[in-house]
């Protein structure tokens, strides 16, 4: 149960993962928040509107995939780094994962590093395609990294010691 | 002898956001902070804040910390107090200060009480080793100093404190071995411990410490299981080889010059401790002390700045500031308070807080 062991359960990712036919449109968010907490800054950062308005500063992100274009200006800007992106349209064997990474030293270009899962346990291998790093993203970078397309909805995090 | 019409004791989040309103409003208020900077908790804060706008969500607690002190700076009738610390409250209102080793008196009309809250420790066997740590003191070492506290680290608690200082301590390539927290849940906000997992960090809850051991430093610790009852499980004890461990087991309220004045305090341990009776102006049961922050219940700092806000609000209107705008920005910080307290997690504090609203 997530409350216990701090990772999500199918369940949880199941509850909020964007239909297949939009995940066959292009990069899409997908918001790993579950908890109410008084937060609202992917609502609020959005560009699109693509974030249902809050009521309550404590209600859960709702995003409405269809206005949602996947751009990750709310990666940088959920405090809790919940939010990833995912293109199942990336290539015909790949799909590309966009995620916050806070750590040093950042991978380069093509790099190829380990595709860590939810518990950080390896899962298979990922190519760096991107490093974001923009000023207006204040210190939270976020990798482009491309894994196998049966990995997308696996993939969070990546590791650089193997 | 030094005289204000406000003084603000700690230059904390809470304490900032009190000496601004209050200027704003037009009173001449002393800030006083013990350490050399303004900031108190924040300038440990590298990770991003929640909240909304209104409480500088997404930016980090430093340069959260940064901007209340240009704030503070750019109105001229504060005066900011530093490597200053408040020693005792006579009934005169007069406050005796020590600050570059002389101590000297400065009166005020009206008080506001932001001085925070300090860490809790935890009873055990060998907890006086070195290589024990108070999450704080890991925090100031890493982010304040630029030390890296240890090479592989325990945490003890999976409260928001302890799930942030875990990570800090991963971006400070510090392995951190496991966090243990008794209870059978996860206390901090999900999204916190999520990240800690997906960086390959177990959190094992229903887990205390039983000891430390070491020769002449932490080598180790040795956890075991609590059953339902909270009574460890022998048998269950494993081995985990640390070179330090670090104490995330909460904060309690820094009450000392309440106490000093007279406000009426009363244990609450939703809020972390003993707090003072108040009004819902952040008014004690002493007329013109205010209190604000983590002082009048450990909380956050998104709360203890709006906190602030209304506290210095309150006293500067005691004092007679009263324009146009005043009780706009009242009523605009009551209804932040709400909405922050109004989810799941403000439950426990408003539980708190009917005990000592009067
Ligand atoms: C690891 C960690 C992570 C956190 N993360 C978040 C977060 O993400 N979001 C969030 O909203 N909150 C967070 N918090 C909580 C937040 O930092 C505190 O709730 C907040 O700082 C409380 O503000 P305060 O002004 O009441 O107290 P403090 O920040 O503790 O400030 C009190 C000040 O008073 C000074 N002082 C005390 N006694 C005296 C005296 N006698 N004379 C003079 N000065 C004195 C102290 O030196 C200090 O500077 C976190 C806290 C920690 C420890
Ligand atoms: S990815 Fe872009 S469009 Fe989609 S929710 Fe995030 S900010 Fe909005
Ligand atoms: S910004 Fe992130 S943590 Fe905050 S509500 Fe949105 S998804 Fe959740």
Request: hydrophobic share 40%.
């Given at each position: 149960m997530l409350s216990r062991t701090g990772v999500a359960t199918c369940e949880n990712i199941e509850s909020i993962l964007p239909p297949k036919e939009r995940l066959q449109k292009g990069p899409v968010a997908v918001i790993e928040c579950f908890q109410q907490i008084p937060c609202n800054p992917c609502y609020s950062s959005c560009p699109r509107n693509a974030i249902k308005p809050f009521d309550d500063i404590n209600d859960l992100p709702v995003l409405d995939y269809e206005s949602c274009n996947g751009c990750g200006t709310c990666i940088h800007n959920c405090p809790g780094l919940a939010i990833f992106v995912v293109d199942e349209t990336y290539t015909e064997e790949e799909?590309?994962?966009?995620?916050?990474?806070?750590?040093?030293?950042?991978?380069?270009?093509?790099?190829?590093?380990?595709?860590?899962?939810?518990?950080?346990?390896?899962?298979?291998?990922?190519?760096?395609?991107?490093?974001?790093?923009?000023?207006?993203?204040?210190?939270?970078?976020v990798l482009w990294v491309s894994v196998s397309k049966h990995l997308s909805q696996q993939v969070r995090n990546i590791g650089m010691e193997g | 002898m030094l005289s204000y019409e406000i003084a603000v004791i700690g230059g904390g989040p809470a304490g900032l956001c009190a000496a601004i309103s209050a200027a704003a409003a037009g009173a001449s208020v002393a800030l006083i902070e013990k350490d050399r900077h303004l900031g108190g908790q924040l300038v440990k804060q590298t990770h991003m804040f929640f909240g909304s706008k209104a409480q500088f969500a997404s930016t980090r607690g430093i340069d959260i910390a940064d901007i209340l002190s240009r704030q503070c700076e750019e109105l001229k009738n504060i005066t900011v107090l530093l490597g200053a610390t408040v020693l005792g409250y006579y009934d005169d209102q007069v406050l005796t200060i020590e600050q570059d080793n002389k101590v000297q008196r400065v009166k005020a009309d009206c008080l506001v009480v932001?001085?925070?809250?300090?860490?809790?420790?935890?009873?055990?066997?060998?907890?006086?080793?070195?290589?024990?740590?108070?999450?704080?003191?890991?925090?100031?070492?890493?982010?304040?100093?630029?030390?890296?506290?240890?090479?592989?680290?325990?945490?003890?608690?999976?409260?928001?404190?302890?799930?942030?200082?875990?990570?800090?301590?991963?971006?400070?390539?510090?392995?951190?071995?496991?966090?243990?927290?008794?209870?059978?849940?996860?206390?901090g906000y999900l999204v916190h411990a999520s990240k800690i997992r997906r960086?390959?960090?177990?959190?094992?809850?229903?887990?205390?410490?039983?000891?430390?051991?070491?020769?002449?430093?932490?080598?180790?610790a040795i956890v075991w299981q609590l059953d339902d009852r909270w009574q460890p499980i022998p048998g269950t004890e494993l081995d985990i080889p640390v070179d330090a461990v670090c104490l995330a087991v909460g904060l309690t309220p820094m009450g000392e010059l309440l106490w000093q004045a007279g406000c009426q305090m009363i244990y609450v341990p939703q809020l972390g401790g003993h707090v003072p009776f108040r009004k819902a102006t952040l008014e004690t049961t002493v007329p013109g002390i205010y209190v604000a922050g983590d002082v009048a219940g450990v909380e956050e700092a998104s709360s203890a700045m709006v906190e602030g806000r209304l506290a210095g609000l309150a006293a500067a209107r005691r004092l007679g500031y009263h324009n146009a705008d005043w009780e706009n920005k009242y009523q605009d910080a009551l209804q932040q308070l709400m909405a922050l307290r109004s989810g799941p997690v403000g439950e426990k504090i408003c539980s708190g807080l009917k005990c000592v609203v009067v």
């Open positions: 799909a590309l994962v966009k995620l916050p990474y806070e750590y040093t030293p950042l991978p380069k270009v093509g790099d190829l590093v380990e595709a860590l899962d939810r518990e950080g346990k390896k899962v298979g291998q990922a190519q760096v395609v991107k490093v974001q790093n923009a000023k207006g993203q204040d210190r939270t970078p | 932001a001085t925070g809250a300090s860490e809790k420790v935890l009873p055990f066997p060998n907890n006086d080793l070195p290589g024990i740590y108070g999450a704080g003191a890991v925090q100031t070492l890493m982010n304040v100093y630029g030390v890296k506290p240890a090479d592989r680290v325990l945490m003890v608690g999976a409260g928001n404190i302890g799930l942030i200082v875990s990570y800090q301590l991963l971006q400070a390539h510090v392995k951190v071995a496991g966090i243990i927290e008794a209870a059978k849940h996860i206390g960086a390959g960090v177990p959190i094992m809850t229903g887990y205390t410490i039983k000891k430390a051991y070491g020769e002449r430093k932490v080598e180790g």
